[in-house]
């Protein structure tokens, strides 16, 4: 082999190390921030129903609206990523969705917080397959997994310290007069609007655009982009009807769907629950609810390094399941402290379940509907954002209780179960690295 040929590789590697040091850190940040101001408002809850007079049933909805709106703008922000790059538009949306956010401080009746948790959807809307699309304009296929896994972090990360960071800036009501929701909204909105400029100036949309690359580099990792790209672009394109109705499909997307409504309802209704403890500060409610998480994050890696060259993932998937589901029901009994621990165990069973089920679902497809049908499966499943809450608000505001949502986060995780018995099981050799499958799932652009 000629030395023109080795240093082609080397030149690749090079490339690909520099973008994971230089860019990967501020697209970490961007996501942990993400995560928080989606989810903040489950700490406000009692606040908004005080001041403004939202009820639960009514934040329930709210709390769930945010999904809809991601869910219809998700596919025309990804396209006009590629029209308009990854700096730009990246930048944009995390400005956009940090303004709505300061916006909330402002809330006063239901209608604005109904419009803004809608407006915080469309807002953030393809930010997440974004930066996975972007992986793919810059990284080859190769690099990916790698990227995709270290970026996946930080979305775990932000689980443990909402909590926190949010129950911390809730100790500043009163201060200056102004409630803490409001100061905890504003400073959230604000700091993520900072970082949104401050990722202007480091993120580089295109290879070629990039000072800290010499030009072998450049050549060489926009060669292999282009060559796995030029691969992809063969795959036969499936319509979304015809996805919709492949019954791989249909069963992965209602395990998936259950799947939600448990990740989902926890993430907006715990801080709820831990207050009926009693006597805790905002502070220490967001400690007791990072529990939780960091329970449920360290499980979550302990399965995935025993299950990775697991021939079959289904019978741990169905186990995981199963503890999500006892831990839903378990939390219907006992004081609020042994809801806690029964949440951890139905935190800690959803996020096993979700490190199996990608690669599991990625295993029961055909390749040439892998990609879009996966995408189909994020985008309809993750709609369990918007039913859980709302059913749980309901339910609270009709029965006083939420035991009648837990109840039903019970019953979905056990009928998840038996779904998983008919999802298709193969064996493609090796298994790929789990941020090359959490890739494959980012990918929105189905036709």
């Known amino acids: 082999m000629s030395d023109a040929a080795t240093a082609i590789p080397e030149a690749e590697q090079r490339a690909v190390g520099k973008f994971l040091r230089r ?8 996501l942990l921030v993400n995560q928080m101001d989606r989810t903040n408002v489950g700490f406000v809850q009692n606040e908004l129903r005080a001041d403004v007079g939202v009820s639960a049933t009514a934040y329930g909805l709210g709390a769930g609206l945010f999904f809809i709106g991601y869910a219809l703008f998700e596919v025309p922000s990804n396209m006009l ?10 930048t944009r949306i995390m400005i956009t969705w940090g303004a709505v956010i300061v916006a909330m401080c402002f809330i006063h009746n239901v209608w604005m917080f109904y419009g803004l948790r809608f407006l915080l959807g469309v807002a953030e809307a393809g930010f997440f397959p974004g930066v996975l699309l972007y992986f793919t304009q810059w990284l080859p296929d190769s690099s990916r997994g790698r990227a995709s896994a270290i970026f996946l972090g930080g979305s775990a990360t932000a689980y443990i310290v909402t909590g926190p960071i949010t129950g911390a800036l809730l100790e500043l009501h009163g201060a200056g007069g102004i409630a803490g929701w409001r100061w905890m909204f504003a400073l959230e909105g604000a700091f993520s609007i900072l970082v949104g400029f401050i990722a202007g100036f480091f993120l580089v949309s295109r290879i070629q655009d990039a000072k800290w690359l010499t030009q072998e580099e450049k050549d060489a990792l926009s ?7 030029e691969a992809r672009d063969r795959a036969p394109s499936v319509s979304r009807m015809k996805l919709i109705f492949h019954p791989q499909v249909a069963v992965l997307t209602a395990v998936f769907f259950a799947m939600a409504l448990t990740g989902y309802a926890i993430t907006f209704w715990l801080p709820s629950l831990v207050e009926e403890i009693g006597g805790l500060s905002s502070f220490q409610i967001g400690l007791l609810s990072a529990i939780p998480w960091i329970c449920a994050v360290i499980a979550m890696y302990t399965m995935a390094h025993f299950t990775d060259r697991a021939p079959d993932r289904r019978p741990y998937l169905a186990i995981a399941l199963v503890l999500s589901a006892t831990g839903t ?6 004081s609020p402290w042994f809801g806690l621990a029964a949440l951890t165990l139905a935190a ?6 979700a490190t199996l089920f990608w690669p599991m679902a990625q295993s029961g497809l055909d390749l040439k509907i892998a990609a879009p049908g996966l995408a189909l499966v994020n985008s309809i499943g993750n709609l369990g954002g918007f039913v859980s809450p709302t059913l749980f608000g ?17 019953a979905a995780s056990i009928l998840a179960v038996l779904g998983v018995a008919f999802v298709r099981h ?13 890739g494959v799932t980012g990918k929105t652009a189905v036709s």
């Open 348 to 353: 800690v069973g959803g996020k096993c379940a």
């Open 426 to 438: 193969t064996n493609r050799g090796p298994r790929a690295g789990a941020g090359d499958r959490a």
């Open 223 to 229: 060669e292999a982009v282009a060559r796995d790209k």
């Open 394 to 410: 309901y339910l609270k505001d009709t029965t006083g209780s939420t035991n009648g949502g837990l109840y039903t986060l019970s």
């Open 23 to 30: 860019m990967l850190p501020i697209l970490v940040l961007m």
């Open 81 to 90: 990523l590629e029209r308009f790059g990854a700096r730009v538009w990246l």
């Open 329 to 334: 029901f378990l939390a219907t009994l006992g």
